[in-house]
């Protein structure tokens, strides 16, 4: 925990909290005092005791269907009179070449990852604005800092989040509603990371260039852990980024900045 961050009276939304950097941001929301509510499509099991614990309420919700959302920042609004916080970490990968990738795959990606998004931002503004503002924070990607040839359609998802972070910024910024975007990468014990190490054929071997990619990942020797990203989270929805909007943070370990020498 942070002490000197309190988010005590404030209520939070966090989509895709099931899982990983999703569930990391829920918990340290709420341990730092916030109502926060978990929207996903599902529930399992070994989370509720600990969201129990700490006051997290779970509501089911499918990003991609815009009533779900709006029934959910509803939820959360009627249980608590206000809404502070959204994270729109709800998102889905799609390792495939472009002439590869059907319809339905376009769809599914860019409506998990930048349609739930923007209709999450377009439910959270009237709640927010009757109480003087708040906070948003979009969960990209560093793949929305740096397009990367062997996900396209997953680049180009991430990279319009960053542009609908900067563009909201700029439209909602009289009302005092702050929206931000992390991009982290790579991140270890999330389902999209497992889902893709499982896929692999030599796991091990994945795991290694993955971490070589990212200079500060390779000098650690490791993933970065959800709750580094969480930890971003928190700051930009404190007060202490009270004016800190439009930004994308790259968490990455360097990943975005290019390829280092090879005596890096």
């Known amino acids: 925990m942070t002490p000197s961050i309190d988010l005590s009276g404030q209520t939070a939304l966090v989509t895709g909290a099931s899982n ?14 916030a ?48 809404l502070d916080i959204l994270v729109n970490n709800a998102g889905i990968g799609m390792v495939k070449p472009v002439e590869e990738v059907t319809e339905d795959d376009w769809d599914a990606c860019i409506d998990t990852n930048l349609k739930g998004p923007f209709f999450g ?3 959270a503004v009237a709640p927010m604005r009757a109480t003087g503002g708040g906070s948003i924070v979009n969960v990209s990607s560093n793949a929305g800092l740096l397009p990367r040839a062997h996900d396209p359609v997953y680049s180009i998802s991430k ?50 260039a ?23 989270v928190l700051f930009l929805v404190s007060d202490a980024a009270v004016m800190v ?3 994308a943070i790259g968490i990455d370990g360097g990943k975005s900045l290019g390829v280092p020498p090879r005596n890096c």
């Open 20 to 33: 990983g950097i999703g569930r990391a941001t829920a918990v340290l929301l709420a341990e730092h005092g």
């Open 159 to 208: 990279l319009a989040l960053v542009g609908l972070t900067r563009s909201l910024a700029l439209c909602l910024a009289p009302d005092r509603i702050r929206v931000n975007a992390v991009c982290p990468g790579p991140v270890g014990e999330t389902e999209m990371m497992n889902a893709d190490l499982e896929a692999a054929d030599d796991p091990a071997a994945l795991t290694g």
């Open 35 to 82: 109502k926060v509510f978990s929207a996903d499509f599902r529930c399992p099991e070994e989370d509720q005791e600990h969201f129990h614990s700490l006051g997290i309420t779970s509501l089911a919700c499918d990003v991609r269907r815009e009533t779900e959302l709006a029934s959910a920042i509803g939820a959360a609004t009627e249980q608590t009179g206000r």
């Open 121 to 123: 931002c377009r439910h």
């Open 245 to 247: 909007t439009g930004t």
């Open 210 to 232: 993955m971490i070589a990619a990212s200079p500060l990942a390779a000098a650690w020797q490791r993933m970065i852990d959800p709750a580094e990203v969480a930890a971003s």
